[in-house]
């Protein structure tokens, strides 16, 4: 599941490379679209809630997840 969400954040910042920060709300809507499963999409919604809930180093997740 995480990989799936890593792909929609990876390609946001694909189309904007000057991006600061991934928008939820954005992210959201280009997660409810290119999912087929409303299922799906809840439980990745719900997943990237729960990331923004922490307030953490970004350079240091990415480390962490690599």
Known sequence: E?????GF???Y???D???MRVDRTVLGELIGAGTVNPKHTEKF?????????FDT??????QVIL
Request: aromatic share 14%; proline share 0%; charged share 25%.
């Open 2 to 6: 995480f990989q799936i969400i890593w």
């Open 9 to 11: 954040i990876a390609d």
């Open 13 to 15: 910042y694909r189309r």
């Open 17 to 19: 490379a000057n991006a």
């Open 45 to 53: 919604l719900a997943i990237v809630d729960e990331g923004y809930q």
């Open 57 to 62: 180093s970004d350079s240091n997740v990415r």
